[in-house]
């Protein structure tokens, strides 16, 4: 019996988007079948993404229904598809949030795969990793060092990634850097930057002290309230949390030439501003999705630092209640479904 056979013949778990606002069900599934350039990967852990928050409260426009959800996935191939051949079987892989680019597009030919017009995304429109196999393209796919091949590996193909893409957007001059929202990103992020001789100013939600606390554990300079005074100007701030609010926040206690960097991909209003809060070539920019350039650049950067993920985990058949935990902001670190 051939390797196809013994494993497309069977079943598999998965919880399952039906209706948008509405709980993940969980089903019994066929295992999918891996198209031609495609892998077929079972799942070692996925992880819990505000993003997964966003698609299924209708924030998210159009998703695939019904839709796996789930975009930080690690695990390993188990069947090829008929001409792929970047991977062998029982490679370790993570599979990251953009799953597909068209490579012939104006954003494709000039390096801005993120914004491809024909972009196809993880657990959002093609089925992710709540689920305990998954098939992705190939060419998507990240070679994983064997260090992260368990759950502390998963929050590293989107917070991590998302985060490190925020991170060069902030700029090279970003040596006093502000982070609004203490969470998944912000742990994994925190790490890089420190190895790399920064200073991180850590920002929460008014009166959370164990998120601040934990911010000073892992080697923030300072940690405090978002509507609290830095003791000095920062040179660039990234926001993790879907606040609007927080932009002008943020452009308040940023110098000259500092950029106010939006890591989310999706936010409340941004309240009007005085120009002067931008005046002195103050600039601020959404980070969308990733390229593969940046996967493979921050994979082999948290290898080196190398990044250590705090993670909570949840049985894949609890996705629900992970992804309340995520909803509440109470977790330290990040939210891993484990299969
Ligand atoms: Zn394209
Ligand atoms: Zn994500």
Redesign the pocket.
């Given at each position: 019996m051939s390797t196809k056979q013994t494993i497309t013949d069977r079943t598999m778990s998965a919880m399952v988007m039906e209706v948008p606002g509405q709980p993940l069900r969980l089903k019994t599934i066929p295992i999918p079948v891996p198209a031609a350039r495609q892998v077929l990967v079972k799942i070692i852990a996925c992880g819990v993404c505000r993003t997964d928050l966003h698609i299924m409260d209708s924030e998210l426009a159009q998703p695939k229904l019904p839709l796996i959800p789930g975009h930080e996935i690690i695990g390993k191939i188990v069947q090829l598809g008929t001409t792929a051949s970047k991977f062998k079987i029982g490679d370790l892989v993570g599979i990251p949030w953009l799953a597909y680019?068209?490579?012939?597009?104006?954003?494709?030919?000039r390096e801005q795969?993120n914004?491809?017009?024909?972009?196809l995304f993880t657990g959002y429109t093609l089925d992710g990793g709540y689920a305990e196999y998954t098939v992705a393209f190939e060419d998507f796919c990240f070679s994983m060092p064997a260090r992260y091949g368990n759950p502390s590996g998963a929050p590293l193909l989107c917070a991590g990634l998302i985060g490190y893409r925020s991170y060069k957007m902030a700029g090279p001059h970003a040596d006093r850097l502000g982070i609004y929202g203490f969470g998944a990103a912000a742990h994994i992020l925190i790490q890089v930057a420190l190895h790399q001789g920064k200073k991180i100013y850590a920002f929460t939600k008014n009166g959370d002290r164990d998120a601040q606390l934990f911010a000073t554990a892992l080697g923030a300079e300072w940690s405090g309230d978002s509507t609290a005074s830095p003791p000095e100007l920062l040179d660039a701030a990234i926001i993790f949390a879907p606040v609007g609010s927080l932009v002008t926040q943020a452009l308040k206690y940023t110098d000259k030439g500092g950029s106010v960097v939006c890591g989310g991909i999706h936010m409340s209003d941004i309240p009007s501003f005085s120009y002067e809060l931008l005046w002195g070539e103050r600039m601020i920019r959404s980070v969308a999705n990733l390229t593969r350039k940046d996967g493979l650049e921050f994979i082999a950067l948290a290898s080196q630092v190398p990044v250590k993920t705090e993670t909570k985990l949840f049985p894949l058949h609890e996705a629900n209640e992970a992804l309340a935990a995520v909803r509440g902001g109470s977790v330290q670190g990040a939210v891993v479904l484990v299969m």
């Amino acid at each position: 019996m051939s390797t196809k056979q013994t494993i497309t013949d069977r079943t598999m778990s998965a919880m399952v988007m039906e209706v948008p606002g509405q709980p993940l069900r969980l089903k019994t599934i066929p295992i999918p079948v891996p198209a031609a350039r495609q892998v077929l990967v079972k799942i070692i852990a996925c992880g819990v993404c505000r993003t997964d928050l966003h698609i299924m409260d209708s924030e998210l426009a159009q998703p695939k229904l019904p839709l796996i959800p789930g975009h930080e996935i690690i695990g390993k191939i188990v069947q090829l598809g008929t001409t792929a051949s970047k991977f062998k079987i029982g490679d370790l892989v993570g599979i990251p949030w953009l799953a597909y680019t068209c490579g012939q597009c104006k954003y494709c030919r000039r390096e801005q795969e993120n914004l491809c017009e024909n972009a196809l995304f993880t657990g959002y429109t093609l089925d992710g990793g709540y689920a305990e196999y998954t098939v992705a393209f190939e060419d998507f796919c990240f070679s994983m060092p064997a260090r992260y091949g368990n759950p502390s590996g998963a929050p590293l193909l989107c917070a991590g990634l998302i985060g490190y893409r925020s991170y060069k957007m902030a700029g090279p001059h970003a040596d006093r850097l502000g982070i609004y929202g203490f969470g998944a990103a912000a742990h994994i992020l925190i790490q890089v930057a420190l190895h790399q001789g920064k200073k991180i100013y850590a920002f929460t939600k008014n009166g959370d002290r164990d998120a601040q606390l934990f911010a000073t554990a892992l080697g923030a300079e300072w940690s405090g309230d978002s509507t609290a005074s830095p003791p000095e100007l920062l040179d660039a701030a990234i926001i993790f949390a879907p606040v609007g609010s927080l932009v002008t926040q943020a452009l308040k206690y940023t110098d000259k030439g500092g950029s106010v960097v939006c890591g989310g991909i999706h936010m409340s209003d941004i309240p009007s501003f005085s120009y002067e809060l931008l005046w002195g070539e103050r600039m601020i920019r959404s980070v969308a999705n990733l390229t593969r350039k940046d996967g493979l650049e921050f994979i082999a950067l948290a290898s080196q630092v190398p990044v250590k993920t705090e993670t909570k985990l949840f049985p894949l058949h609890e996705a629900n209640e992970a992804l309340a935990a995520v909803r509440g902001g109470s977790v330290q670190g990040a939210v891993v479904l484990v299969m």
